[in-house]
T-cell receptor, first 111, second 110 residues
């Protein structure tokens, strides 16, 4: 399968715990994006990388959130001190041009 | 005002019907426009790009009116498999973030 992959697919955690998600983009894609989607809403942009450089961050990305793409390949999104409001689907996408391809997402539930 | 606005629906139509979705966007400098399809609990998938000249892909026709900041999607001869949420998407600055509408839910019944 040469699509975007994300792990884990589901994560249940207790409030206050830290969680980390991984995204592996399509191999030749130099751009990588993170989005968050809650029930009944469209995905909302969180952050964007071109190669290893993080070029844009949404104001939705509070200081509890951090994303990295250390070698310009896979990316991680970490949420520290999770809150119930962080419960959502976290989607990763990658692109070479202006067409973004999405991974299956990581569904986070914070109890 | 939201950057991209859509009627959330649901639109309930019988098989074979023609259905149209509309969307408006607020940033007049937006560069590119798309319709994505999202099935329940799945990731969004690109349905088609939208051009000022209008474009058609089989039963699907998309139109863009830059003057009115309005995007439309027409589905002809609806199939049961067309049941999904259709997301209107705007790329305001080029290669960077996509801005999604809330989506319009379509239910096609036998």
């Amino acid at each position: 399968d040469t699509g975007v992959s994300q792990n884990p697919r589901h994560k249940i955690t207790k409030r206050g715990q830290n969680v980390t998600f991984r995204c592996d983009p399509i191999s030749e894609h130099n751009r990588l994006y993170w989005y968050r989607q809650t029930l009944g809403q469209g995905p909302e942009f969180l952050t964007y990388f071109q190669n290893e450089a993080q070029l844009e961050k949404s104001r939705l990305l509070s200081d509890r959130f951090s994303a990295e793409r250390p070698k310009g390949s896979f990316s991680t999104l970490e949420i520290q001190r999770t809150e119930q409001g962080d419960s959502a689907m976290y989607l990763c996408a990658s692109s070479f041009d202006n067409e973004q391809f999405f991974g299956p997402g990581t569904r986070l539930t914070v109890l | 005002r939201k950057e991209v606005e859509q009627d959330p629906g649901p639109f309930n139509v019988p098989e074979g019907a023609t259905v149209a979705f509309n969307c408006t966007y607020s940033n007049s400098a937006s560069q590119s426009f798309f319709w994505y399809r999202q099935d329940c609990r799945k990731e969004p998938k690109l349905l088609m790009s939208v051009y000022s000249s209008g474009n058609e892909d089989g039963r699907f026709t998309a139109q863009l009116n830059r003057a009115s900041q309005y995007i439309s999607l027409l589905i002809r001869d609806s199939k049961l498999s067309d049941s999904a949420t259709y997301l209107c998407v705007v790329n305001p600055t080029g290669f960077q973030k996509l801005v999604f509408g809330t989506g319009t839910r379509l239910l096609v019944s036998p």
